[in-house]
Nanobody, 125 residues
Framework: QVQLVEAGGGLVQAGGSLRLSCAASGRTFSNYNMGWFRQAPGKEREFVAGVAGVRWILSKDYLDSVKGRFTISRDNAKNTLYLQMNSLKPEDTAVYYC????????????????WGQGTQVTVSS
């Protein structure tokens, strides 16, 4: 089992920044592929960014609309995943979730076995 707890959400004006964190406990964090997803009201959960575990050489993937604005990183010594979000836009408003997968780095939510409870990000115009 892996337990995930997100933090760092909040209300920010357009153009501002937030840094989300996801603290993991349980099995070896470094072996898991980690992802950030988000879900806006009335919309499906979508992949935002992912970073592979050590066995996959820590490769990264981003949703096109966040490339150049968001940066995913992980600190395996601290069992923590991060999402630095800059130049935020109102359309980034959503509940953000971190998730862990023991399989491959993927954009499909169904492939992630463990999920956090989510943290709300609201970007005002």
């Amino acid at each position: 089992q892996v337990q995930l707890v997100e933090a760092g959400g909040g209300l920010v004006q357009a153009g501002g920044s937030l840094r989300l964190s996801c603290a993991a406990s349980g099995r070896t964090f470094s072996n898991y592929n980690m992802g950030w997803f988000r879900q806006a009201p009335g919309k499906e959960r979508e992949f935002v960014a992912g970073v592979a575990g050590v066995r996959w050489i820590l490769s990264k993937d981003y949703l096109d609309s966040v490339k150049g604005r968001f940066t995913i990183s992980r600190d395996n010594a601290k069992n923590t995943l991060y999402l630095q979000m800059n130049s935020l836009k109102p359309e980034d408003t959503a509940v953000y979730y971190c998730a862990a997968s023991a399989r491959q780095l993927t954009r499909a939510a169904k492939d992630y076995e463990y999920w956090g409870q989510g943290t709300q990000v609201t970007v005002s115009s």
